[in-house]
């Protein structure tokens, strides 16, 4: 069984749209978790650190349910440049190691 | 220019052969990390280094080794490449506490064994 696992997609949304996907993780003892973004075969960047109370940077949304062990990620509004694969990480043992899921792409249409 | 670099960006080679990949960072960071992707699949971990003396094994090592030559290199040998080692590899730094770590990817080699 993977530790991060993702729907892999992919989602296609209109410009404009939003766009909302899960993550699942099966450590409940992980102690951080990551939304990383990768632009076709270009390496992975950060997009945003996922925190208890749920956090937003511009038009993403991340939460976090420790109880169900999941993440997720929403995109309002969203652009064609919004296009790439969202990967979920996961830090599971607080030691500097992450686990990285598969990937969700996102494809947004003019 | 980029703070992670690696060297070749592609490489095409044959069953058998020893092939090196090299990566360098003028990050400062202390952690170097190597990694491959397939398509399907997330990044797997193949080896670590959180500082020059310390290295260790990640999840998928075997037919691999590692060289941490100095703080801001970090290379990676396949001693006898394999078919099966055909990836995208991606070297990887970070320094911040394990809650906020941010890890930096370089631009990836792409690897094919024939």
């Known amino acids: 069984r993977k530790e991060v696992e993702q729907d892999p997609g992919p989602f296609n949304v209109p410009e404009g749209a939003t766009v909302a996907f899960n993550c699942t993780y099966s450590?409940?003892?992980?102690?951080?978790f990551f939304w990383y973004r990768q632009d076709c075969r270009k390496e992975p960047k950060l997009l945003m650190s996922?925190?208890?109370s749920g956090n937003e940077d511009g038009r993403f949304t991340a939460q976090l349910n420790r109880a169900s062990q999941y993440i997720s990620l929403l995109i309002r509004d969203s652009k064609l440049s919004d296009s790439a694969t969202y990967l979920c990480?996961?830090?599971?043992?607080?030691?500097?190691?992450?686990?990285f899921g598969a990937g969700t792409t996102v494809t947004v249409r003019a | 220019d980029a703070d992670v670099t690696q060297t070749p960006r592609n490489r095409i080679t044959k069953t058998g052969k020893r092939i090196m990949l090299e990566c360098s960072q003028t990050k400062g960071h202390d952690r170097m990390y190597w990694y491959r992707q397939d398509p399907g699949l997330g990044l797997q971990l193949i080896y670590y280094?959180?500082?020059?003396?310390?290295?260790n094994k990640g999840e998928i090592s075997d037919g691999y080794s590692v060289s941490r030559q100095a703080q801001a290199k970090f290379s990676l040998s396949l001693e006898s490449a394999i078919p099966n080692q055909t990836a995208l590899y991606f070297c990887?730094?970070?320094?911040?506490?394990?809650?906020?770590?941010?890890?930096?990817f370089g631009p990836g080699t792409r690897l094919t064994v024939l």
């Open positions: 280094s959180f500082d020059v003396k310390d290295i």
């Open positions: 990480v996961v830090n599971e043992s607080n030691d500097y190691k992450l686990s």
């Open positions: 990887a730094t970070s320094a911040g506490t394990a809650t906020t770590d941010t890890q930096y």
């Open positions: 996922v925190y208890s």
């Open positions: 450590n409940s003892a992980s102690q951080s």
